[in-house]
């Protein structure tokens, strides 16, 4: 995925986020304005009004795990799987995998850490500034995120607390990174081997069943934008360079 795609894959999640928040808060008012509930007395009208907004903010929640989970695993892609903010040397945008450059022991932390902040910039646009998310690992090795923290509503006089129950299954293997590097070296090792006057086709990348490589050779390096598709996330791609002795 090229740079402007994946910023406007971002914009894009954003404004879906809002969007759906505006969408469920007009559902709402059709639904008070329809019910013969709610013209029987303010009490009745309360607890429809509370449930509600409850359903709306457990929904919202949701949408903003999913689109902060995607658009994380593109900018951790983008950047090779480094830490965030880490100095590391780049070709044309891509991160030269070599020495300390290179995706972190702990991508899930590293996932986390930059999952947080977009997740916590809906929440503040949204007014859930007591909400924050916290990450483990299940047996099966998938990264899981949950909600903590309580909602308070009011309405009037009333006031109402509650815990959100979101649970996201993030469906992606952090295992890809190493994969991807153990191929990569394969492609470049065997092309290396080859007689000078062979020309680069790194055929092995290329005929991938698993992943599929997008091929640049760039002076003394290789860039790789290496994707694999997921059913609940589409293509994520993790782009990188690794030096080539031609």
């Given at each position: ?11 894009f999640s954003?404004v879906a ?115 924050t998310a ?113």
């Amino acid at each position: 995925m090229n740079k402007n795609g994946s910023v406007f894959l971002a914009f894009f999640s954003v404004v879906a986020v809002f969007a759906f928040v505006v969408f469920v808060s007009m559902n709402k008012e059709m639904v008070l304005k329809g019910s013969s509930i709610a013209n029987t007395g303010e009490i009745p009208e309360t607890v429809i009004n509370i449930t509600l907004e409850e359903e709306e903010i457990e929904l919202f929640l949701k949408k903003a795990m999913e689109y902060s989970s995607f658009n994380t695993l593109i900018e951790l892609g983008n950047d090779g799987g480094i830490l965030k903010n880490q100095n590391c040397e780049r070709i044309n945008g891509y991160v030269i995998w070599k020495d300390d450059c290179i995706f972190s022991d702990n991508l899930e932390a590293n996932f986390f850490e930059r999952f947080s902040i977009l997740f916590d910039g809906y929440l503040k646009e949204y007014g859930l500034d007591k909400i924050t998310a916290e990450w483990n690992v299940d047996e099966n090795n998938k990264l899981i995120l949950e909600t903590i923290g309580i909602v308070e509503l009011n309405n009037g006089e009333d006031k109402y607390g509650f815990e959100p129950d979101n649970r996201y299954l993030l469906d992606y293997n952090f295992g890809d990174y190493n994969e991807i590097l153990r191929r990569a070296k394969k492609c470049i090792k065997d092309e290396e081997l080859k007689e000078s006057s062979r020309n680069s086709l790194f055929e092995d990348c290329r005929t991938d069943k698993d992943f599929k490589f997008g091929i640049i050779v760039e002076d003394k390096y290789v860039l790789f934008d290496v994707s694999k598709p997921y059913s609940h996330l589409g293509n994520v791609n993790v782009k990188f360079a690794l030096q080539y002795n031609q």
